[in-house]
T-cell receptor, first 115, second 113 residues
Framework: KAGVTQTPRYLIKTRGQQVTLSCSPISGHRSVSWYQQTPGQGLQFLFE???????NKGNFPGRFSGRQFSNSRSEMNVSTLELGDSALYLC??????????????FGEGSWLTVV | AQSVTQLGSHVSVSEGALVLLRCNYSSSVPPYLFWYVQYPNQGLQLLLKYTSAATLVKGINGFEAEFKKSETSFHLTKPSAHMSDAAEYFC???????????FGTGTRLQVTL
């Protein structure tokens, strides 16, 4: 069974540009969450989608957005990139509603460098 | 609201020695607790989780953790460290209807010969 798949794995963008990251959850999983990992701030929750609806959002500016498609695949977008957006972006999926005790599985992440 | 405190950002043990990584949590509701491991340039891999079924939880790679409500702790242990255990370990909590994981700051485990 394939795990959580994230693309691209590595990318370099220039300040002011925008970026879209993609995530394919484990087959059958309907909840997708996104996290940002940086050396300074650690692992921080961005948002969670369940059945195409955003259920929860972390404390990030509106430049960070996401969506989920009917096949549970998800994308996140960051507009007007800043140097501080350089991070590892992790996607996670769970079988059901992530508010339960369902295990949350993570992908390998997308490494974003903003120059 | 939930929070996690991991004591010790770096822990060094000899190969074959006991591994003990500390995690204390705060939660206003009964928590779900998780330990994840991250190897260099990789994502997070679940080691084990506590969901109230049993206070002693066994995970992969010989790791286990004990939930102690009175101490609000969920420490991770392994009887005998192996070189391949060198990685960063994260404790995380999820409480009640919250759908997000709140992570600790991580503990980097070094295993020496």
């Amino acid at each position: 069974k394939a795990g959580v798949t994230q693309t691209p794995r590595y990318l370099i963008k220039t300040r002011g540009q925008q970026v879209t990251l993609s995530c394919s959850p484990i087959s059958g999983h309907r909840s997708v969450s996104w996290y940002q990992q940086t050396p300074g701030q650690g692992l921080q929750f961005l948002f969670e989608y369940f059945s195409e609806t955003q259920r929860n959002k972390g404390n990030f500016p509106g430049r960070f957005s996401g969506r989920q498609f009917s096949n549970s695949r998800s994308e996140m977008n960051v507009s007007t990139l800043e140097l501080g957006d350089s991070a590892l972006y992790l996607c996670a999926s769970s079988l059901g509603d992530a508010s339960s005790g369902n295990t949350i599985y993570f992908g390998e992440g997308s490494w974003l460098t903003v120059v | 609201a939930q929070s996690v405190t991991q004591l010790g950002s770096h822990v060094s043990v000899s190969e074959g020695a006991l591994v003990l990584l500390r995690c204390n949590y705060s939660s206003s509701v009964p928590p779900y607790l998780f330990w994840y491991v991250q190897y260099p340039n990789q994502g997070l891999q679940l080691l084990l989780k506590y969901t109230s079924a049993a206070t002693l939880v066994k995970g992969i790679n010989g790791f286990e953790a004990e939930f102690k409500k009175s101490e609000t702790s969920f420490h991770l242990t392994k009887p005998s460290a192996h070189m391949s255990d060198a990685a960063e370990y994260f404790c995380a909590v999820k409480g009640g209807t919250a759908s997000k994981l709140t992570f600790g700051t991580g503990t980097r485990l070094q295993v020496t010969l």
